[in-house]
């Protein structure tokens, strides 16, 4: 999905798992993730204006470099420990 462009798109439902997805440089303004889990998946400067993400889980989410303009960026509510690692776009990383 390198440089891909999915503007609108919409991923998920029923708590699916997206792994291993690489979207770096993708353009997803106005895309929609649903109920999704995101395992080693990257985004890293991609353009996530406008994007909606219900996340559920991630491990090693890395959002390195992204844009993020009036994104709607929801983490689960619970982070198991051991439970992954996201990195913001200002290369700041969180573990669970």
């Known amino acids: 999905m390198t440089e891909a462009i999915l503007d609108g ?3 998920g439902g ?5 792994k291993g997805a690489n979207f770096d440089k993708a353009s997803l303004r106005g895309a929609t993730f649903i109920m999704v889990s995101l395992e ?3 985004f890293k400067s991609a353009i996530l204006d ?4 219900g996340i559920i ?3 090693e989410f890395d959002l390195t470099g992204a844009s993020f303009q009036v994104s709607n960026f929801r983490l689960p509510e619970h982070i198991p420990l051991g439970g992954g690692r996201i990195i ?3 290369g700041r990383a969180f573990s669970g």
């Open 9 to 11: 798109a919409i991923f």
């Open 57 to 59: 889980g991630f491990d």
């Open 88 to 90: 913001m776009p200002d």
């Open 40 to 42: 080693q998946t990257t």
């Open 50 to 53: 406008g994007t909606d993400f």
């Open 14 to 18: 029923e708590e699916s798992p997206i």
